[in-house]
């Protein structure tokens, strides 16, 4: 155990901690916070679903007072619980129940380096998403990486979540994007991986164990990555089908007939448009008349607007001469593909608005995938009707499904007919419990359905290892036991 059991002595330890980190960064009481109010927005999840009492909440401006603070927690055997942007969605960023320090990393928010003729850029991790976005977009580059997020989710907390989103198709995943990271260990000490280079063999690719680590090995203080060319060329186009089964044939077929120019592939079904229609104003149904059961966005990214748009107008005559979409629609412009983009990209913060959500973020085998849906659907229809709504949507190009089950309020008995229902069903399946999101505080006990025993335990002798306090984001990513087993 990290913390002292008797409370008094426990408290006078905290007040003198609170001391040591208030002077590390330098007597200001806006980067150390103590009260209730002042800390509220770093104590509470994005979906109001996970909260906790931290003992205080800091914000470093360096990686030298980063420093400062994993020392004097690493002297009081205080937990750390790094923060981003706080827009995780398994409880990650949020602090427990056990007086826990958080390291928010808002005002490390430098754009150290752009550089147009390597086609990369660094900066610190506490950079928005969409300020990176602005400052390479301006030198015509771009971050490959896109989230609903991205107005709030920070650099360093998309690299240690290894965020997917809605680019992963084109640019890949962002374990080959990263090129270079600067972390604080859990010791206190810098570890410098802040390379800029495309290739680099020489021993462990030490950078990936930090990459979707969930700060559970230490805390990433800046990131460099590969920033790819703009497309000069984008069309969206949203598309009405009739059944799953021909959303996943039309992805073959937009695989096969965009080729290189095809750069995003994105479904939600009948009830993700309704509950954004009903949630979010200023949007409109993309296909009024007959409502279709799935609908498909499909983006190409290009350089010559004239040979991306022959693409995909062959491309949509012949899924239409195959009778595989009812109907679509090609965005205008610029502002009617955003709007189309948004059905989309919006539905979680639809779901947000509607109420409580139960989110499962999975991979499955694509043609199989929205059976989780249906079966769902099927469970819960006789016990609770139409008070509970199943949805599926997410990223179908990359075998990701987004199963959200959207109701009032959490209820106990709607969480045992999910759990561990979810879970079974996609270890049968080979799954994954996270394709993206991944484990934080909801799944770390549940990581057994996705890796083995033998995985597990290497896993918590490499936390061992780096965190041996076992101050790192404690009782996230990883078992208790696990944890425990390897320490002992
Ligand atoms: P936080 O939520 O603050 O933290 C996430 C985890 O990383 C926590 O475990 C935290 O302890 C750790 N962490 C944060 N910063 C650091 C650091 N500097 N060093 C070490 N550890 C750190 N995810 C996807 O993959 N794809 C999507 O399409 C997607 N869309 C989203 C849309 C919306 C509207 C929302 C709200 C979330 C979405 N997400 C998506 C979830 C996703 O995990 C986050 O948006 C993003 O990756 C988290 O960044 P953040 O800065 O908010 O991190
Ligand atoms: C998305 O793809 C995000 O929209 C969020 O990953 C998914 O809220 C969700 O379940
Ligand atoms: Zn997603």
């Not at 107005?151 to 270079?180: D, E, F, I, P």
């Not at 179908?396 to 045992?416: K, M, P, V, W």
């Not at 759990?419 to 484990?439: C, K, M, N, Q, T």
């Amino acid at each position: 155990t990290t913390r002292t059991s008797d409370a008094s002595t426990s408290r006078t330890t905290d007040d003198a901690l609170v001391r040591a980190l208030a002077r590390a960064l330098g007597g200001d009481d806006a980067r150390v916070r103590t009260t209730d109010a002042a800390m509220e927005k770093y104590a509470v999840d994005w979906q109001n679903k996970y909260r906790g009492r931290p003992l205080c909440v800091t914000l470093p401006r360096t990686t030298e007072e980063v420093r400062a603070i994993v020392r004097l927690c690493a002297e009081y055997r205080t937990p750390i619980v790094p923060q981003g942007g706080n827009t995780g969605l398994v409880g990650g960023a949020t602090p427990t129940e056990a007086r826990e320090v958080v390291v928010c990393m808002e005002r490390m928010n430098g754009i150290l380096s752009v550089d147009e003729d390597a086609g990369c850029a660094t900066c610190e991790a506490g950079v928005v998403l969409e300020d990176l976005e602005s400052a390479v977009r301006s030198r015509g580059m771009t971050v490959p990486l896109d989230l609903g997020a991205k107005g709030k989710c920070q650099m360093g907390g998309c690299v240690s979540t290894n965020a997917g989103g809605l680019r992963l198709l084109r640019y890949g995943s962002l374990r080959g994007s990263v090129l270079g990271l600067e972390v604080v260990l859990a010791n206190g000490e810098v570890l410098d991986l802040m390379r800029t280079l495309r290739k680099d063999n020489t021993g462990y690719d030490l950078k990936q164990l930090f990459i979707g680590a969930e700060g559970t090995l230490g805390l990433v203080t800046k990131v460099a990555i590969s920033t790819p060319r703009a497309p000069l060329s984008v069309h969206v186009a949203l598309f009405g089908l009739e059944s799953f089964a021909k959303c996943v044939e039309m992805l073959k077929l937009a695989r096969e007939n965009l080729g290189e120019v095809l750069s995003a592939y994105e479904f939600f079904d009948r009830e993700s448009l309704e509950l954004v229609l009903a949630q979010l104003k200023g949007t409109r149904d993309p296909l009024p008349g007959k409502p279709r059961a799935f609908y498909v966005v499909v983006e190409t990214s290009g350089s010559v607007a004239k040979h991306d748009s022959a693409k995909l107008k062959s491309f949509l005559s012949i899924v239409r001469r195959r009778g595989i979409v009812v109907d679509g629609v090609v965005g205008r412009d610029e502002k009617h593909a955003f709007a189309l983009w948004t059905l989309r990209e919006r539905i979680s913060v639809a779901l947000k608005y509607a109420g409580a959500v139960y989110k499962y973020d999975v991979s499955l085998p694509t043609a199989r995938m929205y059976n989780l849906v249906t079966t769902l659907r099927e469970r819960f229809e006789p016990k609770f009707g139409s008070s509970v709504k199943v949805l599926g949507y997410g990223h179908l190009g990359d075998g990701n499904l987004h199963l959200n089950i959207s109701c009032a309020e959490y209820d106990d008995a709607i969480e045992r007919a999910i759990e561990p229902f979810v879970y079974e069903y996609v270890r049968d399946e080979r799954g994954s419990i996270s394709a993206e999101h991944g484990l934080g505080l909801m799944k770390a006990e549940e990581i057994h359905y996705s890796k083995d025993a033998k995985a597990v335990a290497l896993m918590a002798t490499m936390k061992q290892t780096l965190d041996p306090l076992g101050i790192m984001n404690p009782r996230k990513v990883l078992p208790v036991a696990a944890v425990r087993a390897a320490a002992s």
